[in-house]
């Protein structure tokens, strides 16, 4: 099946600094999605992007859908302790309806 | 402004015995999902419904597991008989055609 990599696994930062990461992908994807999951939650959609370079913004957040349709990134602007989280990249394949494959994660954790 | 219902939210059982999960969609929405996720595996989709139709079964592990959506409103998804290896977090997700999906808290299943 298709395989989204997404990196780093784990950031440790410092509250104030700007988080930054990515998922890729060997095949062509149709959208994607970004999602915070909180402990003991369900994933939350933060961006959802459905054209190639897409640039979207929510709040300190912002996604870009990669030109390429392969990849995207999330870079989260001046971290606040409340978004340590697992955060999760999605997309839709080429000819997949609307089945979403999921990365693996990326577990942000910030030092106050 | 509901989201996605699950019930229960916890649920613990003995090996051998029938589990049976719940999921509201949000109302309008036409497609629905059920995931599962354990730390080894992440988060894996087991079945996809749309218009109340099953449309792709084959992320269910095995015969054990059987899900039905009876009206738009209601799913469920049963295993039967119940192993420890299924102890996992269950989610359930909705989406209105090809767009984002939205996701329920969760069901955690400890199977003893």
């Known amino acids: 099946g298709q395989q989204l990599n997404q990196s780093p696994q784990s950031m440790f930062i410092q509250e104030g600094e700007d988080v930054s990461m990515n998922c890729t992908s060997s095949s062509i994807f149709n959208t994607w999605l970004w999602y915070k999951q909180d402990p003991g939650e369900g994933p939350v959609l933060l961006i959802a992007l459905y054209k190639a370079g897409e640039l979207t913004s929510n709040g300190r957040l912002t996604a870009q859908f990669g030109i390429t349709r392969k990849d995207s990134f999330l870079n989260i602007s001046a971290s606040i302790p409340s978004d340590v989280g697992i955060y999760f990249c999605a997309g839709i394949p080429n000819n997949a309806g609307n089945m979403l494959t999921f990365g693996g994660g990326t577990r942000l954790m910030v030092k106050p | 402004d509901a989201g996605v219902i699950q019930s229960p939210r916890h649920e613990v059982t003995e090996m051998g015995q029938e589990v049976t999960l719940r999921c509201k969609p949000i109302?309008?929405?036409?497609?629905l999902f059920w995931y599962r996720q354990t730390m080894m595996r992440g988060l894996e989709l087991l079945i996809y419904?749309?218009?109340?139709?099953?449309?792709?079964d084959s992320g269910m592990p095995e015969d054990r597991f059987s899900a039905k959506m009876p009206n738009a409103s209601f799913s469920t998804l049963k295993i039967q008989p119940s192993e420890p290896r299924d102890s996992a977090v269950y989610f359930c997700?909705?989406?209105?055609?090809?767009?984002?999906?939205?996701f329920g808290p969760g069901t955690r299943l400890t199977v003893l």
């Open positions: 109302s309008g929405h036409n497609s």
């Open positions: 419904f749309n218009n109340n139709v099953p449309i792709d």
């Open positions: 997700a909705s989406s209105f055609g090809v767009n984002e999906q939205f």
